[in-house]
């Protein structure tokens, strides 16, 4: 998992000197997390996604192998516990076994008649004694080494027999005496049976043939007590013994059979504990020194000779307890439980001892925590592998924003967001088309607004020019026609040139109108008697035959503050431009209405001819016309859409092929100079 972490976080993390100044540190950690947060979108997502995996996942994996280890100790420490009681039930099995020889030997009625016989050096009762005792050596298929005594009443053997533990069997033995070896004495104080673990020193076992096996050279121990528990140790031998009284029919005590199963370099005992109950190491210690073992030294030989140490001793030996935990066996450490064992008399003489090697447990231990690591990393992979797709579905639209944007910003008017659903992305698509809408329209408004700002200049000065020749033009023209007689053939040509220098001078007068816009002289008006005013200057034209002009007039929006005289030229335009395109028959509806407070539409509706699609964003332009040459100058309308603005008004447009059109113009009531202006309804239409 560390390896994982360190992987996602190496690109991002310069080489940090644990040895720099902090303020290095500091600026360091800072440009960090600045390429973190700023760095691309789908890398910050891609690391975030991995970061919470890593930590819930590390998290995880952490606590799953904290309670692995607590669960592996507490089961190796219970496999220790079971291996101790399995060893200590072979242990007393054996000492049982041992005890049976002599307690049945004693019981055995050849033993017992011919033992007066044998005492006295009768060959014939020895060998019928000897020949039971093989019996019961072959009987009990026993294994290992054996000593069956037969003794007289002071401890003197009077038949004995060894069994070798590769099976052999000693010839008849005769000479020999034990009545010094303590629980041989006891017996034969007390005349009570006694089994136990026992030192037997090395002139009992010279008696036998049994000192050799017995003898065991003491090795220098890593962690070993300076000197041995027992001095005897290393000459000794270290046996299971059972010793009964041997009574004659009368109960009369006349001997004991002393029956023995020696340690020392026989490993029967050990061996077939660790096979039948399947236990790693077990050892049987004469006081500090192991005799029999199946733990190997370095060279793979058994470690007998070796001691035990010094902290074992002190609570095994010394204190006569029990010792659980960690121990230092020969040459690694095992995970431990030593016994101590009691002599007959109740000293401690020994101990037994079972172990599992620490390594074996934490060698699964390892193997569980690299699993459960590897789960995690494969846990923390897959956080990040996901997370690729989903940053994508999420940095999509914003790079796709992103890029509308700088369409947008390099004056590609026409781009805009697909959206799909109703998400915060979709929301944020929405919000960029209306804002492009915005813009888009701001954008022709401004431009027309411009170009209406320098027609008007230009139109001013234009017309400033013309008038003063025209006038002359004009002035002269009407000399030299009332100079000409009646008859004279330049007349016709004379009105020609009046009447050309007349529309000439409407040109002029409109381009002026044009201009004048600038200035409103505002004043209270009422707009349905300005209204009725405007209709009647026109109502007389031919244009207005056929045409019926409906009025329908809000009583609450009847008075405006407004410039009369530009006012009454908006509506006379407008409704001029109505009659003209309706051909034949038709309706001019007027129509006023108070939209609140502050603000009123008028709108002037026809059943003309409509304006085409391709027209409607031109209409408002000088000059525009779709009349035949010299009928109209195309200024109408701009001069309209230039008052409406100086107004703080809105004009709006909508039109239908075949159907007709309807100018609304909604204007506020009160005229408010500068910029405590009032307030209008908001985005202007105008299409
Ligand atoms: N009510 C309407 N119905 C159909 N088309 C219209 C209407 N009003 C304006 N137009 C169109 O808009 C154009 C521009 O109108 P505008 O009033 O600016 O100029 P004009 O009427 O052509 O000339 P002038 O007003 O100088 O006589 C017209 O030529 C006509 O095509
Ligand atoms: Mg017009």
Known sequence: MLFVLFVLFVPFVPFVDSTAPSAVKRRTMRAFLLRLLGGRLRMVLTISFALVAALTVGLNALVVSRVINDYMASAEAERVARDMKLAETFYQLKLDEVAAISHRLVLDPWVVENFPAAARGDPQAVQII?????????????????????LDANGKMV???????????????????????????????????????????????????????????????????????????????????????????????????????????????????????????????????????????????????????????????????????????????????????WDHQGNVVGSLYVGAREATFLGLVRTFNQRVALIAAICILLAGVIAIP?????????????????????????????????????????????????????????????KLASMGQLAAGVAHEL??????????????????????????????????????????????????????????TDLHALLDQSIESVRHQPTFAEVEIIRRYDPLASTIQADPAQLHQVFVNLLNNAAEAITGPGTITVTTRAINNDCIEISIADTGCGIPEEHMDKIFTPFFTTKPPGMGTGLGLSIVYGIVKMHRGQITVQSKVGKGTTFTVMLPTRWVRGADRPAMPQGEVIG
């Open 390 to 450: 989903i940053g994508h579905i999420i940095i999509q639209p914003i790079t796709e924003l992103v890029e509308a944007h700088r369409r947008l910003a390099a004056g590609d008017m026409t781009v805009r967001m697909q959206t799909y659903g109703d998400g915060e992305l979709a929301m944020l698509a929405y919000s960029f088309n209306s804002m492009a809408e915005t813009l888009c329209r701001t954008q022709q408004a401004l431009i027309s607004k411009e």
């Open 467 to 524: 008038n003063n020749p025209l006038g002359t033009i004009m002035l002269f023209a009407d000399a030299l026609l009332r100079e000409l007689p009646p008859d004279s053939p330049h007349r016709s040509d004379m009105e020609m040139i009046l009447k050309e220098a007349n529309r000439a001078k409407k040109i002029v007068a409109d381009l002026l109108n044009f201009a004048r816009q600038q200035e409103v002289l505002a004043q209270d």
């Open 130 to 150: 000897d020949r039971q005792i093989t019996n019961k050596i072959i009987v009990l298929a026993l294994g290992g080494t054996h000593l069956i005594a037969v």
């Open 159 to 341: 038949v004995g027999k060894v069994l070798w533990p590769e099976g052999k069997i000693s010839p008849t033995l005769t000479q020999g005496h034990f009545g010094d070896l303590p629980i041989v004495r006891t017996v034969l104080e007390t005349g009570e049976p006694q089994a136990a673990t026992e030192i037997i020193p090395k002139e009992f076992l010279a008696q036998v043939g049994l000192d050799g096996q017995a003898f065991i050279p003491l090795f220098e121990t890593p962690l070993a007590a300076p000197e041995p528990f027992d001095p005897r140790q290393g000459t000794a031998g270290l046996a299971l013994v059972g010793v009964s009284p041997l009574r004659d029919d009368s109960g009369q005590r006349i001997g004991a059979v002393l029956s023995a199963y020696m340690f020392n370099k026989d490993y029967t005992l050990v061996d077939r504990i660790r096979e039948v109950a399947g236990i790693d190491t077990v050892t049987i210690f004469l006081g500090d020194l192991r005799v029999s073992t199946n733990v190997t030294d370095e060279a793979g030989r058994r470690a007998i000779g070796t001691r035990i140490s010094q902290a074992v001793r002190r609570v095994v030996l010394e204190e006569g307890q029990e010792y659980v935990g960690r121990a230092f066996v020969v040459k690694e450490w095992y995970i431990t439980r030593y016994e101590p064992l």
